[in-house]
Structure formats: C-alpha cells, structure tokens
Nanobody, 119 residues
Framework: VQLQASGGGLVQAGGSLRLSCVASGGTFSKYVMGWFRQAPGKEREFVAA????????IYADSVKGRFTISRDNAKNTVYLQMNSLKPEDTAVYFC?????????????WGQGTQVTVSS
C-alpha cells in the first residue's frame, strides 16, 4: 500500500492544522492507521493510531486532548486534527499502516509532511 500525507505547514502556537493521508494500492479498511513524527535530532515517535473500523484510537500522552485521529474508509483517508499546537509539536509527520493497533510494528510508511509551530 502507498501512503501520501499532506496538510503540513507553518502555524503559530495555539493554532490548528489538519493532516490527511491518502492510501492507494491496498484494501484501506483492512489496516490500522497511525501517525508518527520526527523532530530534528530526535527519534521518530508515536503520535496516534486508529483501528480499521475507526471505533478505537490511542494517543501519545503528549498529544492527548489536543489531537484527534479519524478515518474515512470510503475515501481511503486518515486524518489528524491538531489543535492547541505548541512549538514542541514541530516535526515531520508520517502516516503509517499496519495490522495491529499499537505504538509500533507498522509495515507501510508515507513520505512525511512538515509541521512547524512558531512561538
């Protein structure tokens, strides 16, 4: 499956962005979908993930209450709504697809979209 993320950009602290990730080449509804991020000089970290049906979601503690993951299986798309953004949210954000709802073990990765939050 191929993944294409978009929606990144430059936003002021306290602002919002919505990332999108469109999947192709596979049966989207079969996959658990996740978002990860990597800041300069840091390791990639888990952000959020959602089950194949959209009925379950998990979040990193650092984004709970601010970020919301959702999916539209009819559009083969997963979203990450990011509110109350902080400068420490600045990173390249990657979408991923896998078979198990968790914080690691994903099989497919998109190319990433840059999110920059200014203070």
């Amino acid at each position: 499956v191929q993944l294409q993320a978009s929606g990144g950009g430059l936003v002021q602290a306290g602002g919002s962005l919505r990332l999108s990730c469109v999947a192709s080449g596979g049966t989207f509804s079969k996959y658990v979908m996740g978002w990860f991020r990597q800041a300069p000089g840091k390791e990639r970290e888990f952000v959020a993930a959602i089950s194949w049906s959209g009925g379950s979601a998990i979040y990193a503690d650092s984004v709970k209450g601010r970020f919301t993951i959702s999916r539209d299986n009819a559009k083969n798309t997963v979203y990450l709504q990011m509110n109350s953004l902080k400068p420490e949210d600045t990173a390249v954000y990657f979408c991923s697809a896998g078979s198990r709802l968790g914080t690691n073990g994903y099989d497919y990765w998109g190319q990433g979209t840059q999110v920059t939050v200014s203070s």
